[in-house]
């Protein structure tokens, strides 16, 4: 089956600092990959995905490259804001599917 | 669009007595999610529906937890009896196939 390592949290890092948080995965066939967020008090929201090798997928500054090699898609943003501070969510989901395997996420917390 | 909606937002009950959590999905969307979130296991996926059908049940925890999904537009999921260690955030997500969820923003669940 489908499972996930994030780093564990929480991140604390100051305002316009570098973001990293890794992921890797396992999974069968060819993944899809995704990063979702969870703001306080909110469900999950979809923040990029790649659906296929060497893709990157990106949004809201945020990137993250589908890396078969190493079976990673770390989530990378060059200069956070306290806005970011939330819970993030890396899932594989089978190829052709759509049931997502999270683990316990990582939070970030930005601070000025 | 409304989104996934949820309810209720807060359920405070006492251990023994049957809860009941409700969801209505994205019109349109023919998969639904219940997951639950707690700080030790983070996001479990308890079942998930296709048009109207539960598909994987697997992460459902005991006989005390089942889920109805008696229209395209409606969802339970049931507690009964409920105890302390169901304490947690629940879940319901839609999906229109193979695309990414849509999360409601949740039902905190206390048992006391």
């Known amino acids: 089956g489908n499972s996930v390592t994030q780093m564990e949290g929480p991140v604390t890092l100051s305002e316009e600092a570098f973001l990293t948080i890794n992921c890797t995965y396992t999974a069968t066939g060819y993944p899809s990959l995704f990063w979702y967020v969870q703001y306080p008090g909110e469900g999950l929201q979809l923040l990029l995905k790649?659906?296929?090798?060497?893709d990157k997928g990106s949004n809201k500054g945020f990137e993250a490259t589908y890396r078969k090699e190493t079976t990673s898609f770390h989530l990378e943003k060059g200069s956070v804001q306290v806005s970011d501070s939330a819970v993030y969510f890396c899932?594989?989901?089978?190829?052709?599917?759509?049931?997502?395997?999270f683990g316990t996420g990582t939070q970030l917390k930005v601070e000025l | 669009d409304a989104g996934v909606i949820q309810s209720p937002r807060h359920e405070v009950t006492e251990m023994g007595q049957e809860v009941t959590l409700r969801c209505k999905p994205i019109s349109g969307h023919n998969s639904l999610f219940w997951y639950r979130q707690t700080m030790m296991r983070g996001l479990e996926l308890l079942i998930y529906?296709?048009?109207?059908?539960?598909?994987?049940d697997s992460g459902m925890p005991e006989d005390r937890f089942s889920a109805k999904m008696p229209n395209a537009s409606f969802s339970t999921l049931k507690i009964q009896p409920s105890e302390p260690r169901d304490s947690a955030v629940y879940f319901c997500?839609?999906?229109?196939?193979?695309?990414?969820?849509?999360f409601g923003n949740g039902t905190r669940l206390t048992v006391t």
């Open positions: 529906f296709n048009n109207n059908v539960p598909i994987d």
């Open positions: 899932a594989p989901v089978p190829g052709g599917g759509n049931k997502l395997t």
């Open positions: 790649a659906t296929k090798a060497d």
């Open positions: 997500a839609s999906s229109p196939g193979n695309s990414p969820l849509h």
